[in-house]
Structures are given as structure tokens and as C-alpha cells.
């Protein structure tokens, strides 16, 4: 039971409490008792203290490590979610320039078939007053009379409404 206390078995330990009563009075022990329990005590709590910042400064070290490592990868993230966005931008430029020149292309195309058919529908049907009369027209002076009163549809239609309102008043 008592073989190994303090490291140290039963006989070392009645040797040295015999030492201390021939060095130390009875009196005295008392208080010496205190100061050496004063003394571990305050000897135990710094070992403590020491092991506690030890502990301390190790899972310091740790959330360090830790908080680098997330860090980095937070970093690394960031990195590639830019990438992917710079991709999809040139993506988008890209389809925008793309759709601009189909609708260029598409634009022309349809300007010069709106041309050609206008042109085709001219060439066709011509206005009056379009015609150019010549002295070997047998009808030279009817073609002429007919186009000095001959007006657009425009104009007759304005006329058919100014008559209207005539005939109203």
C-alpha cells in the first residue's frame, strides 16, 4: 500500500521522517508543514499554468493550421468561381456578337429583298405620270390629258372625304 509513494517505499520514508524530527523540534513542524504545503501547491498550480499555455499554444497552433487550410481553400474557390464567371462572360460576348451579326446578315437580306421586289413592282406597274409620252403615240394627246388629271390614291381618297363632308354641310 505504501510501497510506492513519492517513488519511494516504506522504510526510505520512516528514514526521513526520523531525519526531519532530529532536525526540526516538534514545535516547529506544524508550520513547516504548512510552508512546504504552500510550497507544492503554489509549485503545482505554476506546472499547471505551464501545462495549460503549453496545451494552449498547441491548439493555437492547431486553429491555426486549421484556419489556414480553410482559409486557402476559401481562396482556391474564389479562384475558380471567377474563372467560371470570366468563362460565361466571354460566353455571352461571344453569343452577343454572334445574334449582332445575325441580325445584321438578317437585316440586309431583308432590305434587299424589300428593294428588289420594290424595284420588280415599279418595273411592273408604273405610276401614272411615269410615262413618257412620245409624238408617236397615236393617243399622244389622250395619254396626256388623262395624266394631267390623273391623281394618286392618296389624293383620292382625300378627295372622296372632302366631298363627303361637303355633301354633309
Known sequence: MFSDVFGMG???ILLVGAVVLMLFS???LPGMIKSLARLYGGLRRTADEFRNQVMET?????IRGEYHRTRSEINHARTMAQRELN???LEALRSRK???STIKSGRSAIEGRVRQEMDEAA???PRPGDELVTGDDQDGE???E?????????EDEQLHVVKEDQGAA
Open 10 to 12: 516504506m522504510l526510505e
Open 26 to 28: 516538534p514545535k516547529e
Open 58 to 62: 498547441e491548439e493555437l497552433r492547431e
Open 87 to 89: 468563362r460565361a462572360k
Open 98 to 100: 454572334e445574334v449582332e
Open 123 to 125: 418595273a411592273a406597274d
Open 142 to 144: 389622250a395619254v396626256a
Open 146 to 154: 388623262a395624266t394631267a388629271t390623273a391623281t394618286t390614291p392618296v
